[in-house]
């Protein structure tokens, strides 16, 4: 069957790419844990970012890598400018509004990049991608590895300007009372939009990350966004830790079942533990209990 | 039930019925996908607009009337007609089960939304990969024109039979919403403790609506099936007609007996126009529901059905 | 024979004892109060009572059968009905439909549980407000809403849960009536109430929670120079400070 060395380096593979993954988590359970609202535009959202990131490499002949703070600025801005003027305007406080309006705005995203783009994949061609580094008998793939490392830095860089910054403590304060934080003198809009524009930022980091070793069709948010509310939903809703730990928990997942089951059913497992979790523990392994 | 319940959608099943008499192919064609998202949108309307339960998965249940039929039909040889039967009682049965898992487990807004988007895709992943259902190349039933068969090579006649269901339908809905179990199910997406507390059994109220607008998706399966005579997983269980039968009924109105019908109608219209206008581009019809569904939601949320209120000066 | 009959019933939440071995009975055709002070586990009670939680310990019977375990829904069945003390109505429809969902629960058919809904709102006084939003209610309109909603279900047993709270001297006074009155068509009453005017006025009998116990119960006026009771609201202290400031002994 299968050597342990093989099954150690699905595992660490599977952890370096759940560090991505939980970046990807990261901006879903923020906006969850701000907002209160569930984002069903966030893989279109992805799907955008990473048909930025290949414009940047065809067109400007940015190397990815390079392409993670300007794109994340601007998606930031983008982000800010759709939960300001779109999402929140729409949605009159309702969460159910809210549902349609992002499932709205998904639709809207993903058939765009369709129409201007068409159904074909894309790879970024690089050979990069294939890079591989020795550790021991395993050998990691060099994309993922420096993946992971960005996607740490990332996360750390979050947790800092949510503890440090008066931003953050706003964004804080909004998620656990909103009202107090209105008497406060914070305007709830504006951080709403901050958050959202955050968790945009954090997904066009994502997408430059994955770009190297992915490939790219308008419907790659989808596969993308299951996962994402999987981790979400499996680290808690709101949860930043758990969002990491479920990211990394699924990483490993994902890689040892499409080592094991091949990659379409590969897929299915990780779909069985979304609805295993939802059904069972909807508030999942580190959020508060309902 | 009053003849004023009924009139209205008689009216509106008559005036469609007029049309296979003087209406193009192309026409026909139009209405026939038209009317089958519509009976689609039913469904849906039944368990979101009266149950207030969202779901972002009813694909689930018009891919099983679909491929049960085509199954019964490819592999054994069964009757068209019995095997629609069997499909909407099989869509049944995965309405009860999707039900029974989700509001045991009291999933409500979001996450019910999530975990029937989850369920669909699995039975997409499933059917996409099992060869019992034709993997990835899909099913074709022959091409066998008859009443028996449920093939007409007549469009019209197919518009009848897809508006008698629709007729169907909205009586049933008409009659569910003056019942004992209308008013419960309403109650219970109102306010589920209140209902609790004066009686009503809220799982079994739920489950109730989840089968029955299963069902009816899933006849619209079993429709499209007859219709297209080819099916694969990614158009028996894709999103499309999640979406589809959704906005529909949002645009139509939502809770409304009439709603999901004329939303359904209004869509494929614009879808048309949004064709003619930008010519083939893939995606850009789509693209318009999307964002027909913000604007819905943000200027018209009791849809088409609610303006009509509103014009009607009647309160709420 | 009571027709409640609560034994040491007990809820805990983590390390909270939110109700501590209450136990009380409510003989059928009486009104009943629950009184006690702010947080004292008074509404816990209820829900434990109506099904709506499950309890840690105790039991509660109901006309001799031990419903401790049932479902909501089932107690309403067996005709526990209970109000809310945050009135929910069914907002989107009419107070027509509102009582109507109680009524449907003993009559099936449209047009009775219609009529039983006209009569019921007749009986609290929301008859003029039938075809109305129930959202477009005042304060005690919706009050009235609730007690109708539960006295559509035609019940043994009704649960009041400070029916009177929010409602100003007049409209209190306007309510107590309509309150007797389903008292006298048969129907025990147990009712949580802050309003004394109308514990004094209405109850037989009652009694008092006090941090998740039972501290006291007897006639209204007894219970309420109780020093005990007096402790419970006002503080360590308070019986003797108010003995000694009395004018004559």
């Given amino acids: ?290 | 039930m009053s003849a004023r319940d009924i009139a209205a959608p008689v009216l509106l099943v008559a005036v469609l019925a007029v049309l296979p008499f003087f209406a193009s192919g192309t026409m026909l064609n139009f209405l026939v996908s038209a009317l089958i998202v519509a009976l689609g949108a039913q469904g849906w309307n039944l368990l979101a607009g009266f149950g207030g339960q969202l779901s972002f998965g009813h694909a689930a249940f018009f891919g099983t009337g679909a491929y049960v039929t085509a199954l019964l039909q490819i592999r054994f040889g069964i009757n068209a007609w019995a095997g629609m039967a069997a499909g909407i009682a099989l869509g049944a049965v995965v309405g009860w089960v999707i039900g029974f898992l989700s509001f045991r487990a009291r999933l409500r807004g979001s996450y019910f939304a999530l975990v029937t988007l989850a369920f669909a895709e699995v039975l997409r992943i499933l059917a996409n990969a099992a060869d019992f259902t034709g993997g990835a190349a899909g099913l074709l039933i022959r091409l066998q024109p008859g009443f028996g068969n449920l093939q007409f090579p007549d469009r019209g006649v197919f518009l009848w039979l897809v508006l008698g269901c629709i007729l169907f339908v909205l009586l049933l809905t008409a009659s569910i919403e003056r019942s004992r179990f209308g008013a419960q199910l309403v109650a219970v997406r109102e306010n589920e403790d209140a209902a609790r507390a004066l009686g009503v059994d809220v799982l079994a109220t739920k489950l109730k609506a989840i089968s029955l607008s299963a069902a009816i998706t899933a006849a619209a399966g079993c429709l499209y099936m007859q219709n297209f005579l080819y099916l694969d997983a990614n158009i028996a269980y894709g999103t499309w007609i999640s979406v589809e039968v959704l906005i529909a009924s949002i645009i139509g109105g939502l809770g409304t007996v009439l709603g999901p019908v004329v939303g359904a109608l209004a869509l494929h219209g614009l879808g048309e126009a949004t064709k003619l206008v930008s010519g083939q581009i893939t995606g850009i019809d789509l693209a318009i529901f999307g964002a027909v569904l913000i604007l819905s939601v943000a200027f018209a949320p009791n849809g088409v059905m609610g303006l009509r209120r509103l014009f009607k000066g009647r309160a709420g | 024979m009571s027709l409640l009959s609560v034994n040491g019933l007990s809820r805990r939440f983590g390390g909270l004892l939110a109700v501590d071995g209450a136990s009380l009975q409510v003989p059928a055709g009486a009104i009943t109060g629950l009184i006690g002070p702010n947080g004292a586990g008074k509404t816990t009670l209820f829900a434990l009572i109506s099904g709506f939680l499950e309890p840690s310990a105790g039991s509660v019977e109901f006309d001799g059968q031990d419903v401790t375990r049932e479902a909501p829904h089932l107690r309403a069945r067996r005709g526990i009905a209970r109000t809310f003390q945050i009135v929910q109505p069914f907002a989107g429809l009419s107070v027509r439909d509102n009582i109507a969902v109680g009524a449907y629960l003993r009559h099936p058919g449209r047009a009775e549980a219609l009529v039983r809904a006209e009569a019921v709102a007749r009986e609290v006084g929301l008859g003029s407000m039938l075809d109305g939003p129930a959202s477009a209610l005042t304060v005690a309109g919706r009050k009235r809403l609730e007690l109708a909603r539960a006295l559509a279900t035609e019940p043994r047993l009704l649960l009041l849960d400070e029916v009177l709270a929010g409602l100003n001297p007049s409209e209190v006074r306007d309510i107590l009536p309509v309150i007797r009155t389903i008292r006298d068509r048969g129907v025990t009453i147990l009712m949580i109430e802050h309003v004394m005017q109308a514990v004094m006025n209405l109850c037989d009998h009652v009694h008092v929670l006090a941090q998740g116990r039972m501290i006291a119960e007897g006639a209204p006026r007894a219970v309420c120079a109780d020093p005990v009771v007096i402790e419970a609201y006002l503080g360590h202290g308070a019986a003797d400070r108010i003995k000694a400031e009395a004018p004559h002994a």
């Fill in chain 1, 1 to 290: 069957m299968y050597s342990p060395e093989i099954i150690a380096e699905a595992v660490v593979n599977g952890l370096l790419t759940g560090g991505t993954y939980a970046l990807i988590a990261l901006g879903l359970t923020l906006v969850y844990g701000v907002l209160h609202i569930v984002n069903f535009a966030h893989g279109a959202l992805l799907t955008c970012a990473m048909f930025a990131v290949l414009g940047m490499h065809l067109w400007l002949g940015v190397d990815p890598y390079w392409s993670i703070l300007p794109l994340a600025a601007v998606f930031f801005a983008f982000g800010y400018g759709l939960q300001r003027f779109v999402i929140g305007p729409s949605s009159h406080g309702e969460d159910r509004n809210t549902l349609l309006v992002t499932l709205g705005l998904s639709i809207i995203l993903e058939n765009l990049l369709l129409a201007a783009f068409k159904s074909d994949t894309r790879t970024l061609g690089a050979d990069t991608a294939f890079d591989v580094i020795e550790l021991g008998p395993m050998l990691l793939s060099r994309p993922r590895l420096i993946g992971f490392a960005v996607a740490l830095v990332t996360a750390g860089l979050l947790w800092l300007l949510l503890s440090a910054t008066d931003t953050g403590r706003a964004i804080r304060a909004v998620a656990k009372e909103k009202l107090g934080a209105q008497l406060s003198g914070i305007d709830p809009r504006h951080i709403f939009a901050v958050t959202f524009g955050i968790g945009c930022a954090c997904l066009a980091v994502a997408a430059c990350l994955l770009l190297p070793t992915f490939y790219v069709n308008p419907r790659v948010g989808n596969a993308f966004v299951l996962v994402a509310f999987t981790i979400v939903v499996l680290g808690g809703m709101g949860s930043i830790t758990g969002a990491l730990v479920g990211g990394l928990l699924v990483g490993v997942v994902e890689s040892l079942g499409g080592l094991l089951l091949g990659e379409s059913l590969g897929q299915l497992g990780i779909f069985l533990i979304f609805i295993l979790m939802l059904l069972v523990r909807p508030t999942g392994l580190f959020g508060a209990r309902a």
